[in-house]
């Protein structure tokens, strides 16, 4: 069955940084579109982040476009996200998520607190 477990969370100031990683399974990660989505405390679901199969595409939301960075290892059936100059409203839980196929996602993983706070 599909598993996808994320790592990587933690507690950092405002200005660090952070890499999140999200190990898959089940499924041939290699020929499968990923997302990151996150969600704020009280907030709704935020799409962050997508990569093509072969990582050559990617996109980004606006409020972290050239502070973060998504990746993968398809040798590793592993997704990243590096994330820098950290805000206090990039506070949230981070999910990866698996495309369906029809660009919405299928699986999520169970996710990873991220908390920016001084």
């Known amino acids: 069955q599909v598993q996808l477990v994320e790592s990587g969370g933690d507690l950092v100031q405002p200005g660090g940084s952070l890499r999140l990683s999200c190990a898959a399974s089940g499924f041939t990660f290699s020929t499968y579109w990923m997302y990151w989505v996150r969600q704020a405390p009280g907030k709704g679901l935020e799409w962050v982040s997508t990569?093509?199969?072969?990582?050559?595409?990617?996109k980004y939301a606006d409020s972290v476009k050239d502070r973060f960075t998504i990746s993968r290892d398809n040798a590793k059936n592993t997704l990243y996200l590096q994330m820098n100059s950290l805000k206090s409203e990039d506070t949230a839980v981070y999910y990866c998520?698996?495309?369906?196929?029809?660009?919405?996602?299928?699986?999520w993983g169970q996710g990873t607190q991220v908390t920016v706070s001084s």
């Open positions: 998520a698996k495309d369906s196929g029809t660009w919405s996602p299928d699986y």
């Open positions: 990569i093509s199969p072969r990582g050559g595409s990617t």
